[in-house]
């Protein structure tokens, strides 16, 4: 739970960038905590004004001031301009973080002209009790510089440009810390994981892999997609997000049937992380007729054809390959072609054995598509073909009931 701007905002680097906005502005700035505390030392600040806060009763009323304008602030989520209790003009900004209140910029101290001021509200306070020497007020006063309406304006913007810099900062340093926080946690559970491979066989660590909580790689993961997202690492995002994806979709049943559509999108997350590695050199395009797509097929049918198409296609010589996949509906039965103009395979025949082996992402390889395929729909359905095409490349054809 976030409580204040220390805990997530160097002071040292904020009150360098308060300096530089006062010089740059040729204001007086200042930043305060949500209850209007001064966090950092004020930069530019009139003589004036100086003055006022050098007796307690007037730094107790500037506080209060900075306080107000603060929270007005915080409740219009813009920019605000006011009168302080001293009559003078000064603005905030506000600090909020994940939709918490915790402060503001405020900066200004200066006077425009009178006709100017009537939208303003003000905090009239009493200047005569406060145990200050009336003269050598008015002499700071006096001193004060003027800017017309239009110049406050346009600082006040960019008081909001800089106070939103700074929640973009704590942001980025929470996330860091949620990542640090789930890296440990990640590391410990690797380590006792690790204790007990040295004392379990290998079915039996086959069911503990199982045992982890798969909403703590999903935090993880869109913590890590987070982070990219405020370092501008867009590939990072895309392939965390896919990654995020597909370890949601892998959990399901193997055994369960869902909605064409929702297969391909999962290829597409597949695809997507297969030409970030490879740097687009993978293309796919995908012709499927439109009253095909809540038709519900077996998990993972088409990721593992086409993982083979890129692991033998593809990996072996690092040409570009283009998967093809065409769905359609013809005899009464629903037939899938996957094509690739990669490599190739060494015979030519419809009847070539299924490879046994599995795959490199989910362990489920032709064989064991060919295999569940049958026990959803009938011994007769499944594999139809695999084979090379006439020039280059090749053809895995299903048959599925339509």
């Not at 200042?30 to 730094?59: K, M, N, W």
């Not at 200004?108 to 509200?121: N, R, S, W």
């Not at 695809?271 to 038709?295: A, F, G, P």
Request: aromatic share 6%; hydrophobic share 40%.
């Amino acid at each position: 739970m976030i409580k204040n701007l220390r805990e997530f905002v160097d002071i040292d680097q904020l009150q360098k960038l308060q300096e530089q906005f006062a010089e740059a502005m040729g204001v007086a700035v200042l930043i305060c905590d949500a209850q209007g505390e001064p966090v950092t030392s004020p930069s530019q600040f009139t003589g004036f004004c100086r003055y006022i806060r050098s007796c307690s009763e007037g730094l107790k009323r500037c506080i209060l001031s900075d306080d107000k304008v603060g929270k007005l602030a915080a409740e219009s989520k813009r920019p605000v301009i006011h009168r302080c209790h001293t009559g003078l003009v000064d603005f905030a900004a506000p600090i909020i973080l994940r939709d918490k209140y915790l402060g503001s910029i405020l900066c200004g101290q200066v006077l425009i002209e009178d006709e100017e001021l009537e939208e303003l509200p003000k905090v009239e306070m009493n200047m005569a009790d406060l145990p200050l020497d009336q003269k050598t007020l008015q002499e700071f006063y006096d001193q004060l510089e003027r800017k017309n309406k239009s110049r406050v304006h346009s600082i006040a913007e960019l008081l909001f440009v800089t106070a939103n810099y700074i929640v973009k900062l704590g942001d980025a340093h929470l996330t860091a810390q949620e990542l640090s926080l789930n890296n440990l946690k990640l590391l410990e559970e690797l380590r006792r994981r690790s204790e007990l491979e040295k004392l379990l066989k290998d079915t039996q660590l086959k069911v503990l892999q199982s045992q982890i909580n798969p909403h703590f790689l999903f935090n993880t993961l869109n913590t890590i997609s987070r982070l990219a997202y405020m370092e501008n690492a867009k590939q990072t995002e895309n392939v965390t997000y896919s990654l995020g994806k597909i370890l949601r979709y892998s959990l399901r049943n193997i055994d369960q049937l869902i909605p064409l559509k929702e297969e391909i999108e999962h290829l597409k997350y597949y695809l997507s992380i297969q030409q970030t590695r490879y740097r687009d050199q993978i293309k796919m395009v995908i012709n499927i007729e439109d009253h095909l797509v809540d038709y519900r097929i077996p998990i993972f049918t088409l990721q593992p054809i086409v993982e083979n198409s890129i692991v033998h296609g593809f990996e072996s010589t690092g040409d570009p390959i283009t998967i093809t996949i065409e769905i359609y509906a013809e005899d009464e039965k629903i037939i899938f072609n996957i094509m690739d103009d990669g490599v190739g395979i060494e015979e030519n025949s419809v009847n070539i054995p299924l490879p046994k082996g599995t795959g490199h992402t989910t362990r489920i390889g032709l064989n064991n598509v060919d295999k569940r395929i049958k026990h959803s729909f009938g011994p007769q359905w499944g594999i139809a073909k695999l084979e090379q095409l006439s020039q280059i490349g090749t053809l895995v054809q299903l048959h599925i009931p339509g």
